[in-house]
C-alpha cells in the first residue's frame, strides 16, 4: 500500500492585494510542518506541488529542513478551483447585492468568504472560479492517475491548497462535489492529511493533522 501525504499551504494573504503569497505567519508554519516531518525522519519518493506561487513557497519552506535538495513537480491536477481574490469580489458583490453594507472586520469578511464556497460547492456558478463539477471531475482523474502510475510502498508529498484536497477526501469516500465545502472549512493551516492507495482504491488514514504546530501557529485562512 502506497501514501499519499497532502499537505495544505501556510497561511496567504488574506484580503490583501496579492492573495497567492505566504504572510508570515504562513512561512512558519511551513517551516514547522517541514522540521516536525523530518525529524520522524519521513522521505519522499516524490514531492508534487500546485502551480499557486503560495504552493511552492509552503513546499520549499517545509523541505529547507531536508538535509539534501529534493526535487519538486509543478502537477496542474493539484491547482486551487479559484484565487481567493475572486472569491472575495464574489462575496462583496453578493452581499451589497442583497442589502448590506461590506464588513469591516477580519472575522465578518471570512465568514461572508467562506459562505461563497458554500454557494459554489452546491452548484452556484462564480466569476473566476472553475465550476464544482468540473473541479471535482480533475481531481478524481489525477488520484487514479496516480493510483496506476505508483506501485507498492510508495509515499508521496503533494503541497497544495484546501479545496483541492477536500476534493481529494470526497473523491476517496465517494462523496458528491456538494460536500467539498463540509472539508474545506474545517481545515487549518499546514495540516496534514493521509490518504492510502493501493490496487485502484483509496482510504483516508488522517484528516486535517495540525497537532505539529502550536496553538499560536493554528489558522483556518
Given amino acids: 500500500m502506497s501514501s499519499l501525504i497532502l499537505l495544505r499551504h501556510g497561511q496567504a494573504m488574506f484580503g490583501g492585494d496579492d492573495y497567492d503569497r505566504l504572510s508570515e505567519l504562513g512561512e512558519r508554519q511551513a517551516r514547522g510542518t517541514g522540521a516536525f516531518l523530518a525529524a520522524r ?3 519522499f519518493d516524490r514531492v508534487l ?6 504552493h511552492r513557497q509552503s513546499a520549499e519552506a517545509v523541505l529547507a529542513a531536508w538535509p539534501r535538495p529534493v526535487k519538486i513537480e509543478v502537477e496542474s491536477a493539484l491547482d486551487e478551483f479559484a484565487d481567493g481574490g475572486a472569491l472575495l469580489v464574489s462575496a462583496r458583490q453578493r452581499h451589497e447585492a442583497s442589502g448590506g453594507s461590506w464588513p469591516k472586520t477580519r472575522s465578518e469578511q471570512l465568514a461572508l468568504y467562506l459562505r461563497e464556497i458554500q454557494h459554489w460547492s452546491a452548484g452556484s456558478t462564480i466569476p473566476g472560479c472553475r465550476a464544482a463539477a468540473e473541479f ?3 481531481v478524481g482523474h489525477w488520484l487514479r492517475r496516480l493510483q496506476t502510475e505508483h506501485g507498492p510502498r510508495q509515499r508521496l508529498l503533494a503541497v497544495t491548497s484546501a ?13 458528491p462535489p456538494a460536500r467539498i465545502f463540509d472539508f474545506t472549512q474545517a481545515m487549518h493551516n499546514a495540516a496534514l492529511t493521509e490518504v492510502a492507495f493501493s490496487g485502484g482504491r483509496a482510504s483516508i488514514r488522517s484528516f486535517n493533522a495540525a497537532g505539529h504546530l502550536p496553538v499560536e501557529l493554528l489558522t483556518f485562512i
Avoid at 49 to 54: I, T
Avoid at 163 to 175: D, F, K, N, P
Fill in 41 to 43: 525522519g519521513m522521505t
Fill in 49 to 54: 506541488v500546485g502551480p499557486r506561487r503560495r
Fill in 136 to 138: 471535482y471531475a480533475v
Fill in 163 to 175: 479545496g483541492t484536497i477536500a476534493a481529494l477526501i470526497c473523491q476517496a469516500l465517494a462523496l
